[in-house]
């Protein structure tokens, strides 16, 4: 699913083996967890990377490289909004809106199966897990020899000052359209 030429290629961490490095990976949506999950194991050579079956874009702008590798973006795909034309700007942003709405119609029709198929691991919304996780990352990779790499910890949450829980919404389409939003179909 990666395009090469995209800013949001996946490329191999390379590691400074010189240093220690702990990367906390945090993820509250239930369905993007399990990928998560499987990747840090990865990242930890635990396991092979995990397969990508559904584009890993989280806003409209990141979904149009995807989108345009199958089809569902016409144009140039979109790092950020264009800048203001305050002659235009609404014109554009209903122009923008309808490139959208058919990019959404069209991924997520080309998508449905794999997002579908996505399910919840419910271990990890397990609140004793995050605390395990939590407690994990809060002790420093110790400098030895067989340490002298990077240390990865998936924490199934959001990132927040205080504790609580969120809801997300189940429609699985949302993982990829970017902060909850969905156009219907």
């Known amino acids: 699913l990666v395009d090469k030429a995209s800013p949001y290629s996946i490329e191999p961490i390379h590691v400074n083996r010189e240093r220690n490095w702990e990367v906390y990976a945090f993820e509250?949506?239930?369905?993007?967890?399990?990928?998560?999950?499987?990747?840090?194991?990865?990242?930890?050579?635990?396991?092979?990377?995990?397969?990508?079956?559904?584009?890993?874009?989280?806003?409209?702008?990141?979904?149009?490289?995807?989108?345009k590798r199958f089809g569902c973006w016409e144009g140039e795909p979109m790092l950020h909004p264009p800048g203001?034309?305050?002659?235009?700007?609404?014109?554009?942003?209903k122009e923008m809106k309808a490139k959208f709405i058919a990019m959404h119609k069209c991924t997520r029709k080309r998508f449905k199966e794999q997002l579908e198929a996505l399910e919840p691991n419910y271990d990890l919304l397990n609140?004793?897990?995050?605390?395990?996780?939590?407690?994990?990352?809060?002790?420093?990779?110790?400098?030895?020899?067989?340490?002298?790499?990077?240390?990865?910890?998936?924490?199934?949450?959001?990132?927040?000052?205080?504790?609580?829980?969120?809801?997300?919404?189940?429609?699985?389409?949302?993982?990829?359209?970017?902060a909850g939003k969905v156009v219907d179909e």
Do not use: C
Request: hydrophobic share 40%; glycine share 2%.
């Open 84 to 93: 203001p034309d305050h002659t235009r700007q609404k014109e554009a942003t």
């Open 28 to 67: 509250a949506h239930p369905l993007i967890q399990p990928y998560v999950e499987e990747l840090v194991k990865h990242l930890n050579d635990e396991r092979e990377a995990p397969p990508i079956t559904v584009p890993p874009a989280g806003s409209n702008f990141h979904l149009t490289f995807f989108a």
């Open 127 to 178: 609140i004793s897990l995050v605390q395990s996780r939590m407690k994990q990352a809060s002790r420093a990779l110790a400098p030895t020899p067989k340490t002298r790499d990077a240390k990865f910890t998936f924490i199934p949450a959001a990132a927040d000052i205080e504790e609580g829980t969120a809801s997300m919404r189940a429609d699985p389409y949302t993982i990829i359209a970017g």
